[in-house]
């Protein structure tokens, strides 16, 4: 066939240009063709890779702030090695002498490499100035079993501190009342620190102690 009929029955019909096209040129223009999309489906490929190693690198760097974090806020509470935490409870005028334990919540601001954190609330303690340079604290946590200790001046019994969760009950001093009931030691002085004291303020060095021991432990 050469686009015209050899017993001359069929009109000439010209051939598109398209259809004069080679097959093995049209084979060859498939073949290109196969060959772009498996070139842009591995562009493709690849640029989902990268996407998402990228995302997954961006996640990590986000994440490792937050652990260490976490770190610094706790690590005041649990670590021995750090000799406890310096706090400023009040000014020395601000209590009484011989008057009633005041109760302080302990708070103090750490830092790391990115943030300062302020004002973490560490614990409970009572202050309590007996003389005109002496000051007496008290942790709040009772040496039984953590709760903490409420101040009392009630009935026959008077001033004292006791612990609604199991009924121990202490002297104003610290030490266990004669109906004390489930208290191995008396509550656990805290450190008050003398320069300061000196300078009209009471500052304290903060520290969680072991319950349910005989002995005042650090912890």
Known sequence: ???TDT?????DIPMSDTLKQSSADRLGDVGEELDGNKDEAARSDGTRRREFFSIALGSAIVAAPTVVGLRVVLS????????G?????????????GGPPQAFKVIADKSDAWT????LPLGLVYAQRVAERDVVVFSASCPHAGCAVEYRNEGDRGEHYFCPCHESSFKTDG?????????KRGLDTLEVIEEKL???EVWIRFQKFKAGISEKKAV
């Open 85 to 97: 935490i310096l706090a400023r409870l009040t000014t020395l005028d601000s209590l009484a002498v």
């Open 198 to 200: 000196e300078q009209g």
């Open 175 to 183: 030490s266990l009342a004669p109906d004390n009931t489930q208290a």
């Open 1 to 3: 066939m050469a686009g």
């Open 76 to 83: 005041p509470l649990f670590s021995s090695a750090s000799g």
């Open 7 to 11: 017993d001359d029955d069929l009109p």
């Open 116 to 119: 300062t954190y302020k004002d």
